[in-house]
């Protein structure tokens, strides 16, 4: 047996998981952790006693995969005599997808990477890894025990029941993964896929299991949930949209409250608020990203939609749904941002008075329409445009308290 293949037989059965990024992968993470639990593995909050180390990170901006490459480094250096040898360690989620088997190049210390859809695959992967090499008289060299699973394209539907949740009072509820609406800036439609819609049954048996381990409380997730659509037949008989969902979800027995993440301003109906007003369970809040104020800015970002339908939509919402919250994502700096798109933004973000923003300065994505455009707006001037909407926006959230 060669000395590497013992080091990885001798090391224990603790996972440590950290998460970058946004709900989606939170529940990913969630679902990685639930599938090793049930292989007899168990959680550690400490990354030096841990076996095994996943990273499920996110590649919406250059700074989150900065954290990742950095935290990659780190655990390799700092690494504690209390796991005899060298931990297994994992990149999964959107940079998995993003740089597939290029990660290994940047990073040698990575042993597998799996993308999005794979992440079922991973207790076998690892089970691989710690498989005992007796009877090979070669030993394995570094670059062939490397691992990558970045082809799948649909889940299989079990892995969101293994009943494991980081907070008892609360689930996160997977209804739809992927995107079609390629925004311009966006890496999500090249990293998470086409748009593909859970089965309405599995999505409410769910909750119902979550029901029965006592949580009350759930969010339904997706990067476009008002795009949900799950049947089929020309006719649209038998089709189940988002509104329809809503309305099952509000009906099942022991759940007290339920929101929903994230909507797209387009694919945003009248229906969808008058819902939201109707439904006593349903939160009376609403994730809706405007991006920018500037129509020549919202075109160049494909966003699908201009400054006065966002204002009309915000009116119209909270004329239905009475003292509802609303916040946003907004970028600033995005290539040829003027001051006056800027300020467009500005006085879009006042006029309407968001609960909360997120504000982000723009960088670069691989695979997006964006990359071809020149990033001229300088690094302290997207600063300068972050803070200032940033402090108005705090004002805003502090007047509403």
């Known amino acids: 047996m060669s000395k590497e293949s013992k080091t990885y037989k001798n090391m224990p059965k603790k996972i440590y998981i950290r998460t970058f990024g946004c709900q989606m992968n ?9 599938l090793l639990k049930t292989n007899n593995y168990e959680l550690t909050a400490n990354s030096n006693e ?16 900065d954290k990742v490459w950095s935290e990659i ?18 990149v999964v989620g959107c940079m998995a997808n993003n740089y597939r ?14 993308g999005t859809a794979d992440i079922h695959m991973i207790p076998g992967i690892i089970k691989k890894m710690l498989a005992s090499t007796e009877n090979r008289v070669q030993r394995i060299e570094l670059f062939e025990r490397k691992i990558w699973e970045t082809d799948g394209e649909v889940r299989p539907e079990e892995i969101y029941h293994t009943g494991f949740h980081l907070d008892c009072e609360h689930a996160f509820v997977v209804i739809s993964e992927g995107c079609e609406n390629y925004c311009s800036y966006c ?3 090249y ?20 029901i029965d381990a006592g949580i009350k409380k759930i969010t339904l997730l997706g990067q476009n949930v008002n795009a949900y659509q799950f049947g089929v037949g020309s006719s649209g008989f038998g089709v189940k949209k988002f509104v329809d969902l809503l309305e099952m979800v509000n009906r099942v027995n022991g759940l007290e409250e339920f929101s929903f993440v994230t909507s797209h301003p ?55 749904v009475k003292d509802g919250a609303l916040t946003t994502d907004i970028i600033v700096g995005f290539p040829s941002e003027t001051e006056q798109d800027f300020q467009d933004t500005y006085d879009l973000v006042q006029e309407i008075g968001f609960n909360a923003a997120y504000i982000f300065k723009y960088s670069p994505r691989p695979n997006t329409e964006a990359l071809k455009f020149a990033d001229d707006v300088t690094k302290t001037e997207k600063e300068r445009r972050h803070s200032l909407i940033l402090e108005l926006q705090k004002k805003m959230s502090k007047d509403k308290k």
């Open 187 to 189: 890496v999500v439609p």
């Open 73 to 90: 480094g780190r655990v390799s250096k700092s690494q504690s005599v209390k796991v005899s040898g060298k931990p297994i360690i994992g």
């Open 101 to 114: 088997e290029a990660i290994f190049e940047r990073s040698p210390q990575v042993d597998f990477v799996v």
């Open 266 to 320: 387009k694919g945003t109906s009248e229906e969808l608020f008058r819902a939201m007003a109707e439904y006593a369970k349903l939160k009376k809040y609403l994730h809706l990203p405007v991006q920018s104020g500037s129509d020549r800015i919202l075109k160049l970002m494909n966003r699908g939609y201009g400054r006065k339908f966002y204002l009309d939509l915000a009116h119209i919402y909270r004329t239905i």
């Open 50 to 65: 841990a076996g095994v180390i996943i990273f499920n990170t996110c590649s919406v901006r250059q700074h989150a995969e």
């Open 191 to 210: 990293v998470r896929g086409k748009l593909r819609s859970r089965n309405y049954a599995d999505i409410l048996d769910e909750i119902k299991e979550d």
């Open 26 to 34: 939170v529940r990913d993470s969630e679902v990685i952790a639930g």
